[in-house]
């Protein structure tokens, strides 16, 4: 019953490819690649869902700034159980699709909409670092609670505008010809996704990264010796009415100190500095060059190897198995949570 559709499906690989017959052996190096990009897949999901869980189990976690950290972990795990499963399938297949145009749209559908999720996710929480450490007396639990969310909400609608915008008319992402399936190459759709999904965000973590930079540095300039003056009281102490009074004088010493050490405080801001910016790097890293080929290549009706593709594309999504990485690193709570949940399952 089903050869004559194996028979049609490989004809059609056969004679839709250029290159001839998708069936090859594969080299030693193209099987570690492959291995490697499984082995990738799966610890981004694993990871991923291990700080969801822990958020959902751990009572103290369910308040702000944890909320965030959880749209960024859910993000991520629909990158790796939704997205990067068929972009491995499509990378067995010589980076051609074979699983029809229907199934082509969803998948490019969900790698932009958890894409985009996961890089203004990493926007959000940035933010968030930066009001607390800027404006921690106006940005209180209830306001950082309502703006966390407003947040939140903000990045999976900008993100469903994005992605769901070729279903509509705007562009095209399959081709059966070339059994190609990609983002839609439609110019003005090209400026518009890369621009909402990644120049604007960049814009906004660099210069939210710059002013944490500019706070932290005002404040350690901004340390000075602080003293105590002397001062000196007279006290009179009168025994009796007929005795004659007795007064002496009380010399209050000298204390001279100079906040040389950091505050409790300082030191949380300054891991929080140092968490952003790594955050920041390792997202510019991996995304640039997929959005910088992406931008350009449709503009300037230009082209590039396929195995560059590849590697741009697998480059972005590595930013879902880093993610959990840096921000748990960073926090010592976690750590603790992570503790406690392996040791209570033995």
Same mark, same amino acid.
């Given at each position: 019953m089903t050869q004559p559709n194996v028979t049609a499906l490989s004809a059609n690989i056969s004679g839709g490819s250029e290159s001839g017959n998708l069936y090859r052996p594969f080299s030693v190096f193209s099987v570690l690649t492959l291995t490697l990009l499984a082995m990738l897949v799966v610890a981004t999901f694993v990871w991923n869902l291990l700080v969801l869980v822990t958020i959902l189990r751990v009572r103290t976690f369910h308040?702000?700034?944890?909320?965030?950290?959880?749209?960024?972990?859910?993000?991520?795990?629909?990158v790796a159980g939704l997205v990067m499963p068929l972009s491995l399938v499509r990378e067995l297949y010589g980076r051609r699709w074979i699983l029809g145009r229907a199934l082509c749209q969803v998948?490019?559908?969900?790698?932009?909409?958890?894409? %985009?999720?996961?890089?203004?996710?990493? %926007?959000?929480?940035?933010?968030?670092?930066?009001?607390?450490?800027?404006?921690?007396?106006?940005?209180?639990?209830?306001?950082?609670?309502?703006?966390?969310?407003?947040? @939140?909400?903000?990045?999976?609608?900008?993100?469903?505008v994005i992605s769901l915008s070729p279903l509509f008319g705007w562009g095209e992402t399959y081709s059966e010809d070339s059994l190609a399936c990609?983002?839609?190459?439609?110019?003005?759709? %090209?400026?518009?996704? %890369?621009?909402?999904?990644?120049?604007?965000?960049?814009?906004?973590?660099?210069?939210?990264?710059?002013?944490?930079?500019?706070?932290?540095?005002?404040?350690?300039g901004s340390r000075k010796t602080n003293t105590i003056t002397p001062m000196a009281e007279v006290i009179e102490v009168k025994e009796a009415e007929r005795q004659p009074q007795m007064a002496f004088t009380v010399r209050h010493a000298t204390v001279s100190f100079q906040t040389d050490g950091e505050t409790w405080r300082e030191q949380k801001e300054r891991r929080a500095a140092?968490?952003?910016?790594?955050?920041?790097?390792?997202?510019?890293?991996?995304?640039?060059?997929?959005?910088?080929?992406?931008? @350009?290549?449709?503009?300037?009706?230009?082209?590039?190897?396929?195995?560059?593709?590849?590697?741009?594309?697998w480059l972005g999504y590595s930013n879902s198995f880093f993610n959990p990485l840096i921000y748990t690193a960073f926090n010592k709570n976690y750590n603790n949570a992570f503790r406690n949940l392996f040791s209570r399952q033995r």
């Open positions: 308040r702000v700034p944890h909320n965030l950290v959880a749209s960024m972990a859910i993000s991520d795990v629909m998948w490019i559908s969900c790698d932009v909409l958890c894409c %985009t999720a996961s890089i203004w996710n990493v %926007t959000a929480i940035a933010l968030d670092r930066y009001w607390s450490i800027t404006r921690h007396l106006e940005y209180t639990l209830k306001t950082r609670k309502r703006i966390s969310n407003v947040m @939140i909400g903000l990045t999976w609608l900008l993100s469903s990609q983002v839609s190459q439609e110019p003005s759709y %090209t400026v518009f996704s %890369t621009f909402g999904a990644f120049y604007l965000p960049l814009c906004v973590v660099l210069f939210v990264y710059w002013k944490i930079y500019k706070a932290a540095k005002f404040r350690i140092l968490m952003v910016g790594i955050l920041i790097g390792v997202f510019v890293l991996c995304w640039i060059p997929f959005f910088l080929a992406e931008l @350009i290549i449709p503009l300037c009706s230009c082209d590039i190897p396929p195995v560059w593709k590849s590697v741009f594309l």
